[in-house]
């Protein structure tokens, strides 16, 4: 899992989009998995999965039909077995007929996580995705990505939680207005800074 | 109260900003150009049409514009409850200030009666007086059009203002009103069972002073029932506000699978319009969309009845006029489909905006065909004129699909803030004026001139149709590399 960390407005949710063809930049380039974000936007969002900043699934769809739109338009089999797998996960099915305007916010974070992951993709994009979920889902979204990694996927992390990032990331970068100041394994970037967080502390202070 | 409306009126204007930067301030000095050009032909034009027919057009236009800018009221809960994203809005304000939403409600009516007047009618005003000392029109008689056409804008705003509140409060409340105001229509205008001036006071303000006539009185009481009029609907729209905001727990059925289904004719499409037609139910779009459809249809048939028959001045408006309107109509339903949802979420699947606009045109499709079609046949038996129903019916259909590819093609997914963009708005404006000009004028003569108007008409739905296929096809190109958040 590589982490992207930075301080507000550091341009780590920019970056992000550019990399899932959310936004075309406006120089330099972009590849995900060797394919060009800018020139096939739609061929990556094909092969990844995306949690964004901020949950905003479709105003008036039930729970169920968002993520059911969602593998439907991924042309996914075997539907209703993965819709239920997820529910089960995040323990939703009392929230299938409920359209997502009247979801708590947990509980349309829970669907973004879903719907970012229904077609199995070997690569995901996470922007603060335990942000919203109480302590019980963040641990449990934790052991699943751990298990996700392990079994072969990628997951580019952005988060502010660093403790959290500490546990899951094997590499990361900190970036400072709009440029990556540090750039590594993570247990290279720990070894020079002690922790994370004091070396974000001192990098983002330095940039500054 | 005055620092809340500056603010608002700064955060209309960002809005439009954002999209279309510093052009925007050019779109009041393209709606001034276009007013004088048109005032400067208009001894041409009154060849083919009478004063009182551009007259009634232009007030029903005022109307008609005002009731599309009175419909914010619908979108209450969506600005309350952030439903555009990730932006936010003053009228929300009341969840985190001491300050009511009567108050930012109140307010967002003033702003938009101010914004749009001056962004609009202002210039339009302007550019006929401008060319006044060319076409020999009476500074006296331009400025009573302006009255006339702010006060039809109010009621229209007033009006759609009074029954989105209404739509908040109830289902059922919205439907009464809507049903009442259609009644009123046929028992005022067609059974005369009470006077019919009452109802569309602006027109007989305009009507009884010059050019048209000289009954001053007749025009003051016009004017009082005016004021009196959308003073009382707004005086109930802020008395009538109340947001439910008891966090629901709404279970519906899941259709969407059904709907997928149901329209598997669209093809590729399906998903995408079986999500939107899904998204119409549940919003209530569909009956928002009739009342900023029907309404003006109802409106425009009655007023051209009024002026015929109670003003006793001739605007000879066929069934062949009606179906080009139908079509120029249908931007408004498009405007409406791109206003349902925000669309943000699309991004983060593999779909693109091309995809969404052309799933949205084929929703657009089924939704109009059948009213539209069901109006213009009503229109053609009640005028005696079911012998030229074929071909008020080919102007509908291909109108309607010409005028919405247009505006897809010219605004993507943004319809009401790219109208805003001079650019945009000039090759609206010329794109929607000129088809439309060459409609009505070809219209008027069917009867003096059959063979001439019918076939002149056809080849005019040829070249739309050309058109549409080209634009249709420009979709793709145009669109395919914007994001959904632009």
């Keep these: 899992m590589f982490g992207l960390f930075g301080p507000n407005g550091a341009g780590k949710t920019t970056l992000l989009r550019i990399l899932t063809g959310q936004l075309e930049q406006d120089s330099g380039s972009a590849s995900v998995m060797g394919i060009d974000v800018k020139k096939k936007p739609m061929d990556v ?62 509980m349309r974070q829970k669907l973004m996580i879903a719907s970012a992951f229904i077609h199995e993709p070997k690569l995901v994009f996470l922007d603060e995705p335990f942000i919203n979920l109480d302590p019980i889902y963040q641990r449990k979204l934790r052991e699943f990505l751990t298990e996700y990694i392990d079994g072969g996927g990628t997951a580019f992390l952005c988060s502010h939680i660093l403790e959290i990032a500490e546990k899951l990331c094997d590499k990361a970068a900190i970036i400072s207005e709009g440029k990556i100041v540090a750039e590594g394994s993570l247990k290279d970037l720990v070894r020079e800074g002690g922790h994370l967080e004091d070396l974000f502390m001192r990098l983002v202070k330095k940039g500054g | 109260m005055r620092t809340l409306i500056r603010l608002m009126l700064k955060e209309e204007l960002r809005t439009h900003t954002t999209y279309s930067g510093q052009r925007f301030f050019t779109f009041p000095i393209v709606v001034f150009i276009f007013a004088l050009i048109l005032a400067l032909f208009m001894e041409r034009l009154l060849v083919e049409a009478s004063l009182s027919q551009l007259m009634l057009l232009a007030l029903a236009s005022a109307f008609i514009y005002g009731i599309g800018v009175g419909s914010f009221g619908f979108m209450g809960r969506q600005y309350i409850e952030k439903r555009y994203g990730t932006q936010n809005y003053i009228v929300a304000m009341p969840s985190l200030l001491p300050i009511t939403y009567r108050k930012t409600f109140l307010g967002l009516y003033i702003r938009d009666s101010i914004f749009y007047i001056l962004l609009v009618l202002v210039p339009a005003v302007a550019g006929l007086l401008v060319a006044s000392p060319f076409t020999g029109f009476k500074i006296t008689s331009i400025l009573f059009f302006f009255v006339a056409a702010v006060l039809s804008f109010q009621i229209g705003t007033s009006i759609s203002f009074f029954g989105s509140i209404l739509y908040n ?223 008020a019916l080919l102007v509908m259909f291909i109108t309607s699909i010409y005028m919405v590819v247009m505006t897809a093609y010219l605004t993507g997914l943004r319809t009401n803030t790219f109208l805003f963009d001079m650019g945009i708005m000039g090759r609206f404006a010329i794109m929607s004026f000129l088809p439309d000009v060459c409609l009505t004028i070809l219209s008027f003569s069917l009867r003096t001139d ?37």
């Design chain 2, 169 to 391: 409060r109830s289902s059922l409340a919205f439907i009464t009103f809507t049903s009442v105001l259609i009644a009123l229509v046929i028992l005022g205008g067609a059974l005369k069972v009470f006077d019919i001036q009452l109802i569309v006071p602006a027109l007989g303000f305009e009507f009884s002073l010059p050019p048209f006539a000289a009954d001053y009185q007749s025009a003051l009481l016009f004017l009082t029932v005016s004021l009196a009029m959308i003073f009382a609907l707004i005086g109930l729209s802020i008395a009538l506000m109340k947001f439910n905001f008891i966090v629901r727990d709404s279970r519906h059925e899941s259709i969407l699978p059904k709907y997928i289904e149901m329209f598997s004719l669209s093809k590729s499409y399906k998903n995408l319009v079986g999500k939107e037609f899904v998204d119409l139910r549940r919003s209530g779009t569909i009956g928002k969309m009739s009342f900023s459809f029907i309404l003006p249809l109802v409106f425009l048939s009655f007023t051209s009845w009024f002026v015929n028959t109670g003003l006793g001045i001739e605007v000879g408006f066929n069934t062949v006029f009606y179906g080009a309107m139908v079509g120029f109509l249908g931007v408004l339903l498009y405007s409406w489909l791109n206003n349902v949802d925000s669309a943000d979420y699309y991004s983060l699947i593999p779909v693109t905006v091309p995809q969404v606009i052309r799933a949205r045109l084929i929703v657009f499709l089924f939704l109009t065909l059948g009213i539209s079609t069901a109006f213009v046949v009503i229109i053609s038996i009640m005028n005696n004129e079911v012998d030229i129903l074929w071909l």
């Design chain 1, 45 to 106: 969002k094909k092969l990844i999965g995306i949690v964004p900043e901020v949950e905003s699934p479709p105003t008036y769809l039930t729970s169920y039909e968002y993520l059911y739109f969602v593998a439907k338009i991924r042309n996914i089999d075997d539907i209703d077995r993965k819709i239920g797998q997820w529910f089960d996960f995040f323990e939703l099915h009392d929230s299938k007929n409920v359209i997502c305007r009247d979801l708590s916010k947990g």
């Design chain 2, 450 to 486: 059959p063979l001439f108007s019918a076939s002149s008409i056809i080849l005019v739905l040829a070249i739309l149709i050309g058109t549409t296929i080209i634009l249709l096809k420009g979709i793709e190109t145009k669109w395919r590399r914007t994001g959904f958040d632009i």
